[in-house]
C-alpha cells in the first residue's frame, strides 16, 4: 500500500498540471475571441468568414466556462470581487444604464453579451492568475493575433489586408480595421520589448520578434499606432531609468508630468506642420470635427448619465448631424473618453477615473518594488491605454480585449496581500 504513495502523488501533480494547462488554454483563447479576431472577412462584409451561429457558439461556451472556474474557486472569487469597490461601481453603474438608455434593448443586449462576460473574464484572470502569469497570457494570445493577420494578409490578402475605401492597401488582418490590428501590433511590440530588456532570463526570440512586429507595423500604415508605440517605448525606457530611485520616486512623476506636457506642446503648437510631413490631413481625418460636434452637441442632453451603454452610435436618430459637421456619420468619436461620457455620462467617467488613478499608483510602486517585465506590464499597459484612447475608441468598443486586462489588473492590484508584498 505504501508504494502506491508515490505513483498517486505523481498522478496528482499530473492531473493538477493538466488542468493548469487547460486554464490558461482556455484563457489565451478568451482574450482572442474579446479581440474580435474570429470575425475577420472582406471589408464591408456583414458576416465574417466564420459562421455567425459558431461565434454565437463560442461566446456562450466561453461565457458559461468562466462562470464554471469562478463558481469552482467561489471563496477566491468573491475576495478578489470585493478587493476594488470603486470597479464593482463602475461595471454596476454601466451595468443599470439601461434604466436610463434610449435605446434600452441595444443596451440589454449588449450588457448581457459583451460587458457582463468580459468583467467576469476579467474576475476569474485577477483571481486565478498572479500578474506575471497574467502578463505571460496576453503576451502569448497576441504574439497568436498578430501571426494570424500577417498570415491572412500574405494567404489571403482579400481578407486580410483593406480592399478599398480610404485604408485600400493596408494591412488589417484578423481585425476589423487597420486601427485596431495596429494598436494590438504597438501593444505587442512594448511587451517584446520588456521580455527582451527586462525579463529576469533575457529571451532572444523576443528580439526578433519584436524587430518583426516593427516592420510589419510600419507596413500596416497606422500611423498613430507607430506614434504612440514609439512614445510608449520612450515610457518604458523612463520607468527603468527612474524606478529605483526610492523616496526620490516623485522625480519619476515630474519627468513624466514635464515630457507629457512637453510632447503635447509640440504637437499643438506644430500640428499642421507634422501631419503635413506625415502625409495626413490636418484634421486628423476628421477627428477634430467629430470631437467638437460631440462636445459641444450630443454631450450636453446627457451629461450625467450618458446615453446608455451601446446605444449612442447604434441609433440613426441619436448620430445625425454628424453628416454636416464632420461630413459624414462615424462608427465611434475617434477617443475612448468621449464615447465613455457618451455611453456612462460623466458620473461613468469619473468612477473610470477613480479606478485608472488608484491602479496606476499601486503599478507605479509595483514597478519601483520588482526588477521583473512582468511587474513592468501594469504600469506601462495603463499608460498606452490613455495614449491609444486620445486618437482611438478602444475604451468602449466591442468586443474589448483591452477592458478585460484593464480590469484585471484593477482586480490583482487591489488585493492585500499583494499590495502589503509590494509595499515591501
Not at 507596413?219 to 517605448?233: E, G, K, N, P
Request: proline letters at 3%; glycine letters at 6%.
Amino acid at each position: 500500500m505504501e508504494a502506491q504513495h508515490p505513483a498517486f502523488g505523481l498522478d496528482k501533480i499530473s492531473s493538477q498540471s493538466r488542468l493548469d494547462f487547460a486554464e490558461k488554454a482556455f484563457t489565451v483563447f478568451s482574450l482572442l475571441f474579446f479581440m474580435g479576431i474570429f470575425g475577420f472577412g472582406p471589408d464591408d462584409a456583414e458576416t465574417g468568414v466564420i459562421p455567425s451561429f459558431v461565434i454565437t457558439l463560442i461566446r456562450y461556451s466561453t461565457y458559461g466556462t468562466t462562470i464554471l472556474l469562478l463558481a469552482f474557486r467561489i471563496n477566491n472569487t468573491l475576495k478578489t470581487a470585493f478587493s476594488n469597490k470603486w470597479v464593482l461601481c463602475l461595471i454596476s453603474f454601466i451595468s443599470i444604464s439601461f434604466l436610463w438608455s434610449q435605446d434600452p434593448s441595444t443596451t440589454i443586449d449588449v450588457i448581457w453579451k459583451e460587458l457582463i462576460p468580459m468583467f467576469l473574464l476579467s474576475l476569474y484572470m485577477a483571481s486565478r492568475f498572479t500578474i506575471e502569469q497574467q502578463f505571460s497570457l496576453a503576451v502569448q494570445a497576441f504574439i497568436i493575433a498578430f501571426f494570424f493577420s500577417v498570415l491572412l494578409a500574405v494567404a489571403m490578402p482579400g481578407i486580410g489586408i483593406h480592399q478599398t475605401g480610404a485604408y485600400e492597401g493596408s494591412l488589417k488582418g484578423a481585425f476589423g480595421d487597420k486601427n485596431r490590428f495596429g494598436a494590438s501590433a504597438a501593444t505587442l511590440l512594448i511587451a517584446l520589448f520588456m521580455l527582451k530588456n527586462y525579463a529576469e532570463e533575457k529571451q532572444g526570440w523576443a528580439f526578433m520578434l519584436f524587430l518583426f512586429c516593427f516592420a510589419t507595423l510600419v507596413v500596416s500604415s497606422s500611423i498613430t499606432a507607430l506614434v504612440l508605440s514609439v512614445v510608449s517605448l520612450f515610457l518604458v525606457s523612463l520607468y527603468q531609468r527612474f524606478k529605483w530611485l526610492g523616496k526620490k520616486s516623485v522625480l519619476l512623476v515630474n519627468i513624466f508630468t514635464l515630457l507629457s506636457i512637453s510632447f503635447f506642446y509640440v504637437i499643438v503648437s506644430s500640428w499642421i506642420e507634422i501631419l503635413t510631413f506625415l502625409g495626413r490631413d490636418p484634421t486628423l481625418s476628421a477627428r477634430t470635427l467629430i470631437w467638437n460636434y460631440v462636445i459641444t452637441t450630443k454631450i450636453p442632453p446627457h451629461p450625467y448619465l450618458g446615453y446608455g451603454k451601446g446605444a449612442f452610435w447604434s441609433s440613426e436618430r441619436l448620430t445625425s448631424g454628424f453628416e454636416y459637421a464632420a461630413f459624414h456619420i462615424p462608427s465611434h468619436s475617434h477617443n475612448g473618453f468621449l464615447d465613455l461620457i457618451l455611453e456612462a455620462g460623466l458620473i461613468g467617467f469619473a468612477l473610470f477615473l477613480i479606478v485608472w488613478i488608484t491602479a496606476y499608483i499601486r503599478s507605479v510602486r509595483l514597478a519601483y518594488n520588482f526588477k521583473k517585465a512582468s511587474y513592468l506590464w501594469p504600469s506601462i499597459f495603463l499608460s498606452m491605454m490613455i495614449l491609444f484612447n486620445i486618437f482611438e475608441s478602444y475604451l468602449v468598443l466591442l468586443p474589448n480585449v483591452n477592458w478585460v486586462l484593464f480590469i484585471a489588473l484593477a482586480l490583482s492590484l487591489s488585493q492585500k496581500p499583494f499590495c502589503l508584498r509590494a509595499s515591501h
